[in-house]
């Protein structure tokens, strides 16, 4: 299991980063439940991975929590 994965409610959320063809990041997150993963890229560009990284976290958590039954 990859360092930056969180268990939120049923889902497995793992952020990732990529550096672009124009030196700056770009941010992504998987959300697994089960067998089935699903990838979201995002639009923002970030200027460190770190910031790329804090982005797809929190989005992918937001993401993760909005999926759980009330």
Avoid at 21 to 37: F, P
């Amino acid at each position: 299991m990859n360092q930056d994965t969180q268990v939120v409610g049923k889902y497995l959320v793992t952020p990732f980063t990529k550096i672009s063809d124009t030196g700056d990041y770009l941010a992504a997150v998987s959300l697994r439940r089960g067998m089935h993963d699903r990838i979201f890229r995002f639009v923002p560009r970030f200027a460190s991975p770190l910031g790329a990284m804090h982005y797809a976290r929190t989005q992918g958590h937001e993401m993760a929590m909005a999926q759980q039954p009330a």
